[in-house]
Nanobody, 124 residues
Framework: QVQLVESGGGLVQAGGSLRLSCAAS????????MGWFRQAPGEERKFVAS????????YYADSVKGRFTISRDNAKNTVYLQMNSLKPEDTAVYYC?????????????????WGQGTQVTVSS
C-alpha cells in the first residue's frame, strides 16, 4: 500500500512557475513508477508526465513538453513537477499517481494509487 500527498499548488499569473511535490509513504515507495495527471472542471483526467522508478526515464504530454519537468528523489520518497511558463489552460487539479513497475505509464487506468489532488490556478 502506498499513500500519496500532493502539495505546492496555488494561484499564479500566466508566465509564472510553480513546483508541485508528491510525498509517498508505505512499502518500497521508491520502487514505484510515478505520474502526474490533471483534471479541469467538466473535463476528463489527463496525463501530464511520468517517471520510472529509477528516475532515468521521463515522458510528457505534448501540451507541457518543454515547460514542465518531472523528477524524483527516492531518498525522500518524493516526486516533483516543476511547471514553468504557465498558461491559463494549465489551470486544473493536479494529481499524483503511483504503480509498481519500472516503465513509463501514461494512462490513468495503469495507476493503482492516487493522491487527493492540489489546485493550480493560472490567471491571465
Amino acid at each position: 500500500q502506498v499513500q500519496l500527498v500532493e502539495s505546492g499548488g496555488g494561484l499564479v499569473q500566466a508566465g509564472g512557475s510553480l513546483r508541485l511535490s508528491c510525498a509517498a509513504s508505505g512499502r518500497t515507495a521508491s520502487s514505484y513508477a510515478m505520474g502526474w495527471f490533471r483534471q479541469a472542471p467538466g473535463e476528463e483526467r489527463k496525463f501530464v508526465a511520468s517517471i520510472n522508478w529509477s528516475g532515468g526515464n521521463t515522458y510528457y504530454a505534448d501540451s507541457v513538453k518543454g515547460r514542465f519537468t518531472i523528477s524524483r528523489d527516492n531518498a525522500k520518497n518524493t516526486v516533483y513537477l516543476q511547471m514553468n511558463s504557465l498558461k491559463p489552460e494549465d489551470t486544473a487539479v493536479y494529481y499524483c499517481a503511483a504503480r509498481r513497475g519500472n516503465s513509463l505509464y501514461y494512462e490513468w487506468v495503469d495507476y493503482n494509487y492516487w493522491g487527493q489532488g492540489t489546485q493550480v490556478t493560472v490567471s491571465s
